[in-house]
DNA sequence: TATATTTGCAACCGAATAGTTTCATAATTA
DNA sequence: TAATTATGAAACTATTCGGTTGCAAATATA
């Protein structure tokens, strides 16, 4: 069972579901009304966010509420870094294309 | 069928085979030789890169190149956007409360 | 022209995935 | 205490996924 951040992401749903409780700690129960699926399923997907360890959870009563752990967010970040690094050599590159054609002759 | 560039990196050959093209572009054959499976295994994985355009081709005699199309990996960066702000926000915090920390006490 | 090389694609298989339904547990409320 | 509420987990299903094997097409080479 292959259970890593970018296995993870994968998912529609659980992207929508992390970008919600970025915001603020959310229950199961109030984040499912966002979408079209069941409790259950919301559940599921909460699971699989803890396993790779994207979600925090703090109960209080009966309620469970979920936040993000927005420093786990960092490691897609950080992967990205490689190619960070080449397109924004690209982009120089063809800033200075762009200037060397504006040169005005002389 | 899914295919959208989160559901394309959530495979760890999939991202090892964009590190690798990312620098220069390569053969279905020669990426093989880079991981323990077989040249239609990649050639598979080539096909769900290319269909979210993440590579391009070019054909070179009977040879096809395969690179990466760095500007779709933008895409991944645009959608980190909105939790950077609230990871800076916190950091910035963080930085707030250690500067108040150390401030002497008069 | 005959052979070798490079490649994509279809068929198949076992495992994983997302979702539903049902049930058990724990906390709250009447 | 009995009923309600919030939740996780198990069992099941249809679909998708990653990989392999086998084959066909196109290009290069002998």
Redesign the interface.
């Known amino acids: 069972m292959?259970r890593?951040i970018?296995?993870a992401?994968?998912d529609?749903t659980r992207?929508a579901i992390i970008?919600l409780i970025?915001l603020q700690a959310m229950t199961p129960n109030a984040i499912a009304e966002n979408f079209h699926t069941t409790r259950q399923s919301v559940s599921k997907h909460l699971r699989i966010l803890s396993e790779c360890e994207l979600v925090k959870q703090e109960q209080q009563g009966r309620e469970i509420y979920y936040s993000?752990e927005?420093?786990k967010?960092?490691e897609?970040?950080k992967?990205?870094n490689?190619?960070?690094e080449?397109?924004e050599t690209?982009f120089s590159q063809l800033d200075t294309l762009l200037s060397t054609i504006k040169t005005p002759k002389k």
Request: aromatic share 16%; no cysteine; charged share 30%.
């Open positions: 292959r890593d970018f296995q992401i994968a529609p992207r970008a970025a993000l927005i420093d967010m960092k897609i970040d992967w990205l490689q190619f960070r080449i397109w690209r």
